[in-house]
């Protein structure tokens, strides 16, 4: 499984951007989708998943009603909507895949499949 994420950049607090996950795999239906990030010198969070039919989504507390995660199951591709972003939310962020057989895991051992991360940074 092959992952690129991409859709970062700088933008003011208060903007959006939406991140885009293409995933090369055979049937990406059989695969759950995760969004983490890291900013410098914390540890990786868990910002949001998908289930590989997406009927199933999670949210960290932090971005919950700001952020929405979906997926097109015909174009292998997950995304991340972020809006009213807010200085914290600066991070390299990563998509990865897990097995749907895993649910919508939130931790980022589940995931053994990553892409390469695509920076956002938010400016006050």
């Known amino acids: 499984v092959q992952l690129q994420a991409s859709g970062g950049g700088l933008v003011q607090a208060g903007a959006s951007l939406r991140l885009s996950c293409a995933v090369s795999?055979?049937?990406?239906?059989?695969?759950?989708v995760g969004w983490f990030r890291q900013a410098p010198g914390k540890e990786r969070e868990f910002v949001a998943g998908?289930?590989?039919?997406?009927?199933?989504?999670r949210y960290a507390d932090s971005v919950k009603g700001r952020f929405t995660i979906s997926r097109d199951n015909v174009r292998n591709t997950g995304y991340l909507q972020m809006n009213s972003l807010k200085p914290e939310d600066t991070a390299v962020y990563y998509c990865?895949?897990?097995?749907?057989?895993?649910?919508?895991?939130?931790?980022?051992?589940?995931?053994?499949?990553w892409g390469q991360g695509t920076l956002v940074t938010v400016s006050s």
């Open positions: 998908i289930s590989g039919r997406g009927d199933s989504t």
């Open positions: 990865a895949a897990a097995r749907a057989s895993m649910g919508v895991p939130i931790t980022f051992t589940y995931y053994p499949d």
């Open positions: 795999v055979s049937t990406f239906s059989n695969y759950a």
